[in-house]
């Protein structure tokens, strides 16, 4: 009767044993896997997912399948888009994963530099396709590195312009900027030359009209 227990009680046992590790197993291997992001660089912007709730910079997906996840890097203004690593592949700001296990990727955003223009607007006018605030007096915006900024500065009747200072050192009226970090610079114009009118038998001296 003993050996009876005690062949019962170790079948038991491996029963329990066997089909216990089995299930410790499958969960093992069921345990969900992770796609998490990080940013660096001086600028910022966001990265939006193509399928997955996330949360902390990271979403979760069942494991035991292969996924392909799509990111896109999304820089906010004042910004760009630099680059990514840990992608699968990528093509501009897009990332493509193809998702086994727990990956991290990461993406740099940049800082776009910023262009200054001063320019005495009663003397004379700056003008550029890339700027909207040459009517002010002082006009900056920021553009993505490495952009090219045409200007040309016209003097208003009885002006002269003297040339260009800062980050454009030309007498030439047109200046070009290849824009890669901050960039001040001012339009000069003259001021005007006084004219001798006679008044009875003197000669007032008065700015030019």
Same mark, same amino acid.
């Given at each position: 009767m003993g050996n009876y227990r005690n062949k019962v009680l170790s079948l038991l046992i491996g029963f329990f044993l066997f089909f216990g590790f089995s299930?410790?197993?499958? !969960?093992?291997?069921a345990k969900p896997i992770k796609l998490c992001y990080s940013t660096t660089g001086k600028g910022s912007g966001t990265v939006a997912f193509s399928t997955g709730t996330v949360k902390n910079k990271c979403a979760?997906?069942?494991?035991g399948t292969s996924t392909t996840i799509t990111l896109t890097a999304n820089p906010n203004t004042g910004s760009s888009f630099g680059s990514w690593s840990g992608c699968t592949s990528s093509s501009s700001?897009? /990332?493509? +994963? @193809?998702? @086994? !296990?727990? @990956?991290? +990727?990461? +993406?740099?955003f940049d800082k776009n530099p910023k262009l200054t223009v001063v320019s005495d607007t009663t003397k004379g006018t700056v003008s550029s396709s890339s700027l909207? /605030?040459?009517?002010a007096k002082t006009c900056t915006q920021s553009f993505a590195s490495g952009t090219v900024i045409d200007l040309s500065a016209v003097a208003k009747d009885t002006y002269s312009f003297t040339g260009w200072t800062g980050g /454009? +050192?030309?007498k030439?009226? @047109? /200046?070009s900027i290849i824009l890669?970090?901050?960039v001040k610079l001012t339009a000069g114009f003259s001021t005007p030359k006084a004219t001798g009118k006679t008044i009875g038998t003197q000669v007032g001296v008065s700015p030019a009209n």
């Amino acid at each position: 009767m003993g050996n009876y227990r005690n062949k019962v009680l170790s079948l038991l046992i491996g029963f329990f044993l066997f089909f216990g590790f089995s299930e410790f197993g499958m !969960a093992a291997a069921a345990k969900p896997i992770k796609l998490c992001y990080s940013t660096t660089g001086k600028g910022s912007g966001t990265v939006a997912f193509s399928t997955g709730t996330v949360k902390n910079k990271c979403a979760t997906y069942a494991a035991g399948t292969s996924t392909t996840i799509t990111l896109t890097a999304n820089p906010n203004t004042g910004s760009s888009f630099g680059s990514w690593s840990g992608c699968t592949s990528s093509s501009s700001n897009v /990332c493509t +994963v @193809t998702l @086994t !296990a727990t @990956t991290a +990727v990461k +993406v740099t955003f940049d800082k776009n530099p910023k262009l200054t223009v001063v320019s005495d607007t009663t003397k004379g006018t700056v003008s550029s396709s890339s700027l909207s /605030c040459l009517a002010a007096k002082t006009c900056t915006q920021s553009f993505a590195s490495g952009t090219v900024i045409d200007l040309s500065a016209v003097a208003k009747d009885t002006y002269s312009f003297t040339g260009w200072t800062g980050g /454009c +050192v030309s007498k030439e009226s @047109t /200046c070009s900027i290849i824009l890669t970090k901050d960039v001040k610079l001012t339009a000069g114009f003259s001021t005007p030359k006084a004219t001798g009118k006679t008044i009875g038998t003197q000669v007032g001296v008065s700015p030019a009209n």
